[in-house]
């Protein structure tokens, strides 16, 4: 097998409670032993419970630094000291010639199934910070060093996707995060970037002051996404009149879950705005799944495979006068990225799921295992944020991430609120400088 590799950086997961005094040192000590090396570390440290990831790069990489070697089937190249290897398929498929690659439309114009497997360059130099190859046809290609060493496999596989800040209770109130103000929120990119950089690494966040309106709400999200229309619609509005074949139009609490796990691709963003409440209970719950997840993946890294592996069935079926619908999506609880097992997405509502017949019977009770351990890691009390949601504040929640509920309530409680089209929220952040990759 081919592939390319790059040894060098640092992958940091999973720290432990209990080492927060410890910290400071332990980092401190880190970028010491560090500093001789040509890796740069970011971000800063925040939290002691945090699981996190640095991105790494080359630094120094010249002319005179880099050296290469030619291998039967791959192209070696130390830059810096750090050996590279990358197939020679693979680099002409990647040529940013004009001929290969539209730089204005940032598409691919070279025809990869036509390129010989066998293929090898005839000239291989290194100028000017650029690793440059002379193909047989006579064709030039020429790659920057640090793109090169930026998009090589080990390096991706070692940099996690978003960084993120996870969090349980504790975490979240201490880190004191601002609520954007409408107005500002409606005017000013520097009030949205803000807004995002937030919602990027906690899953939640929140604008205040917003007009207690259907059509007011809707402005809002409109302003950092798309408006996912489903069978719900696009906005909507619920009390607890069973309007729809859901327990959410009820006074019931809810225990914490995740929105359409019975759809293939679950809604990216939730948002909920409570436009009028005439009674009392009815707070809202949040947790970071993936906080909890990571602390399955610590305790018992077997049920955390078995949960990322394991398809499971969701299904969303309403049998009213005016709504006819049987919604299904099949996927495991937890999603992760094949090339670094970081989980990027939680299916988890144990209200919609369906019969547990994709399970095989020597994994069945297996599977029951690793869901009751996730289940009471979600309900340590501790890993609780609850928020009161009021006219004029209006939150949104990752739902790939960031599981939500309710306690009952009694009286008139009428929310609105939609989905929001994950790609568009991230794209949006993306425009404004902020790095948003999942």
């Known amino acids: 097998m081919i592939c390319v590799m790059i040894n060098l950086g640092l992958s940091l997961t999973k720290l432990g409670t209990k080492v927060s005094a410890t910290l400071p040192c332990l ?3 880190i970028a010491r032993c560090l500093s001789g090396l040509n890796v740069k570390l970011r971000p800063a440290l925040r939290q002691a419970q945090v699981s996190w990831r640095h991105r790494t790069q080359i630094r ?20 810096g000291g750090t050996p590279m290897r ?7 498929d990647h040529c940013r010639s004009a001929a290969s690659y539209s730089s204005s439309t940032h598409q691919r114009n070279v025809d990869t199934g036509s390129i010989e497997l066998s293929i090898r360059p005839d000239r291989t130099t290194v100028e000017d910070g650029h690793l440059v190859l002379t193909w047989p046809d006579g064709h030039v290609s020429k790659y920057s060093l640090s793109w090169l060493a930026e998009n090589s496999y080990e390096v991706k596989k070692q940099s996690t996707v978003q960084p993120r800040i996870l ?19 409606m005017s000013s ?22 007009p207690a309106t259907v059509e007011a709400t809707e402005e809002v999200t409109k302003r950092v996404s798309l408006i996912r229309e489903t069978t719900y619609g696009k906005m909507w509005c619920f009390t607890s009149d069973f309007a729809r074949g859901d327990a959410a139009y009820s ?16 809604c990216g963003i939730q948002v909920f705005h409570c436009l009028k409440h005439e009674g009392s209970g009815g707070r ?19 049920n955390f495979e078995l949960l990322a592996t394991v398809p499971v069935r969701h299904e969303y079926i309403e049998e009213t006068e005016s709504h006819r619908n049987h919604i299904t999506g099949i996927g495991p609880v937890l999603n992760t990225y094949p090339w670094n097992n970081e989980i990027y997405l939680m299916r988890y509502n144990n209200y919609d799921r369906g019969v547990l017949n994709t399970v095989p019977h020597d994994t069945v009770q297996r599977w029951y295992e690793a869901h009751r351990e996730l289940t009471a890691e979600l309900r340590r009390p501790e890993n609780e944020l609850w928020v009161k949601l009021t006219p ?6 990752d739902n790939w991430r960031v599981l939500h509920g309710r306690e009952s309530f009694t009286g008139l409680r009428q929310i609105c609120g939609c989905y929001l089209t994950r790609d568009d929220i991230i794209n949006t952040a993306r425009c404004l400088g902020l790095q948003a990759l999942s």
């Not at 120094?60 to 830059?79: K, M, P, R, Y």
């Not at 969090?167 to 929120?185: E, L, M, Q």
């Not at 004029?392 to 929640?397: E, P, T």
């Open 27 to 29: 980092w401190s000590g």
């Open 60 to 79: 120094g990489c010249s002319d005179t630094s880099a050296t290469f070697h030619l291998h039967q089937d791959c192209l070696e190249l130390s830059c």
């Open 86 to 92: 990358f197939n020679y398929v693979w680099l002409r």
């Open 167 to 185: 969090w349980n209770s504790d975490i979240y109130k201490n880190a004191n995060i601002p609520s954007a103000k409408y107005s500002k929120f």
């Open 189 to 210: 990119d520097d009030e949205l970037k803000k807004f995002l950089q937030p919602y990027l690494q906690y899953g939640i966040a929140f604008v205040d002051d917003v």
């Open 251 to 266: 006074q019931l609490a809810l225990d914490r879950h995740t929105d359409t796990s019975y759809f293939q691709e679950p």
């Open 284 to 302: 809202t719950l949040l947790v970071d799944g993936f906080y909890a997840a990571e602390k399955l993946r610590q305790k018992s890294p077997e």
């Open 392 to 397: 004029g504040k209006v939150i949104f929640i």
